[in-house]
């Protein structure tokens, strides 16, 4: 099967071979143009990621819930990112709040939970 690029590329061949030999009517003239244009600033742009075709496809089969299924898997496709001390501090209840010190053990444990996190995400 052709695709739709190959195809573009034959019919603008074509349609300059004969506007070249003179097969075309002069009453044809602009529109053969603006073919010939067209097809040439399609054939221009670059092919759209190989992923597309996969994306096209899962929206093609589950429609609109295709959006949180293709959000899911561009999200797994990022690195782990954790968080910093501070991070972790402003995630965490604190027991001083001008200080931001945590209670004993409260760091260790959002490590724990960070950890189990990656593990689970990688």
């Known amino acids: 099967m052709t695709d739709l690029r190959a195809a573009a590329q034959q019919a603008l061949e074509c349609i300059e071979r ?3 030999r003179g097969f075309i009517l002069a009453d044809f003239e602009d529109e053969v143009e603006s073919a010939i244009t067209a097809l040439r600033e399609a054939l221009a742009q670059p092919e759209p990621p190989p992923e597309w075709e996969g994306i096209n496809n899962i929206i093609a089969e589950y429609g609109l819930q295709a959006i949180d299924f293709v959000s899911d898997w561009k999200a797994a496709q990022r690195p782990w990112q954790g968080l910093t001390d501070e991070e972790r501090k402003d995630a965490l209840v604190s027991v001083d709040v001008e200080t931001k010190r945590l209670p004993p053990g409260m760091t260790a ?5 960070e950890a189990k996190l990656k593990e689970r995400n990688t």
Do not use: D
Request: no cysteine; glycine share 0%; proline share 0%.
């Open 109 to 113: 444990f959002a490590r724990a939970v």
């Open 18 to 20: 004969l506007n070249m």
